[in-house]
């Protein structure tokens, strides 16, 4: 049975740092991308940074770009999300989702993690 336990959300002032994990189970982490989601209150779920299985390539939405670092560790069936300088716009819900790298149609998601900046 697949399982995603997220956690490192919470509040944090403008300009501060947060750590989000993804510890997964159930499926064959290595042979999936690994990806954060986030939506805000009101808004549509939006892609914020990928990283490819096999190479660990990242791509990452403009508006992380230079503050937010996405990583894996096929070790630990773990996805990670540094954030760094963040803004009160990166307060969302955050998800970790896994796409199989052979097929986008298999799927799998985390159960969101809140994070709030705000002074």
């Known amino acids: 049975q697949v399982q995603f336990v997220e956690s490192g959300g919470g509040l944090v002032q403008p300009g501060g740092s947060l750590r989000l994990s993804c510890v997964t189970s159930g499926f064959t982490f290595s042979v999936y991308h690994m990806r954060w989601y986030r939506q805000a209150p009101g808004k549509g779920r939006e892609l914020v940074a990928h990283?490819?299985?096999?190479?660990?390539?990242?791509n990452y939405a403009d508006s992380v770009k230079g503050r937010f670092t996405i990583s894996r560790d096929n070790s630990k069936n773990t996805v990670y999300l540094q954030m760094n300088s963040l803004k009160p716009e990166d307060t969302a819900v955050y998800y970790c989702n896994a796409v199989w790298l052979v097929s986008a149609s298999r799927t799998y998601w985390g159960q969101g993690t809140q994070v709030t900046v705000s002074s």
């Open positions: 990283i490819s299985s096999p190479g660990g390539s990242t």
